[in-house]
T-cell receptor
């Protein structure tokens, strides 16, 4: 029972490099989210999707792009990484508008 | 603006009871969640309240007062494994989750 799977778990980037974080869920959930978590701050929403083919901006979308071409996958891209994007990134999904969020294990990204 | 307030850190003794408070000011209200997050791990669901009152689930209980914009999480018979951060989150009128910064709970023997 995989639930929500994120890859990679760890990554070190140099400033200006690009990368993609992959989130996959096997629960047939409509809603998917990308959050970042920094020390002393709550989870901050980057982008989210309410269904296949749809995406929307969250609280801190600048510097990130997303795609949801398949219902089970939600990709988060960094086109030109900056040190301010050093963080732990969590993907999450849920079945309905008000429901329990299921989180992936997190991806720790360091930008030098 | 929207705001969720929780204490940054609390300390309690193994076997005791601890209450973690959460106050909120949001545009609308469609429920309040509590999540537990152990260090280095993902948050996991603990409870959901949408009506006023107390919801009990084993050693954990969650209370909500919508008129006061207030909730608390009550943990009884504390165990060392309860050392974690506890996150309060409110569903606003747009069905978005607004997260508090979390309360780090330290359990001492």
């Amino acid at each position: 029972n995989a639930g929500v799977t994120q890859t990679p778990k760890f990554r070190v980037l140099k400033t200006g490099q690009s990368m993609t974080l992959l989130c996959a869920q096997d629960m047939n959930h409509e809603y998917m989210y990308w959050y970042r978590q920094d020390p002393g701050m709550g989870l901050r929403l980057i982008h989210y999707s309410v269904g296949e083919g749809t995406t929307a901006k969250g609280e801190v979308p600048d510097g990130y792009n997303v795609s949801r071409l398949k219902k089970q996958n939600f990709l988060l891209g960094l086109e030109s990484a900056a040190p301010s994007q050093t963080s732990v990134y969590f993907c999450a999904s849920k079945a309905r508008e008000v429901g329990e969020l299921f989180f992936g294990e997190g991806s720790r990204l360091t930008v030098l | 603006g929207q705001n969720i307030d929780q204490p940054t850190e609390m300390t309690a003794t193994e076997g005791a009871i601890v209450q973690i408070n959460c106050t909120y000011q949001t545009s609308g209200f469609n429920g309040l969640f509590w999540y537990q997050q152990h260090a280095g791990e993902a948050p996991t669901f603990l409870s959901y309240n949408v009506l006023d009152g107390l919801e009990e689930k084993g050693r954990f209980s969650s209370f909500l007062s919508r008129s006061k914009g207030y909730s608390y999480l009550l943990l009884k018979e504390l165990q060392m494994k309860d050392s974690a951060s506890y996150l309060c989150a409110v569903v606003d009128s747009n069905y978005q989750l607004i997260w508090g910064a979390g309360t780090k709970l330290i359990i001492k023997p």
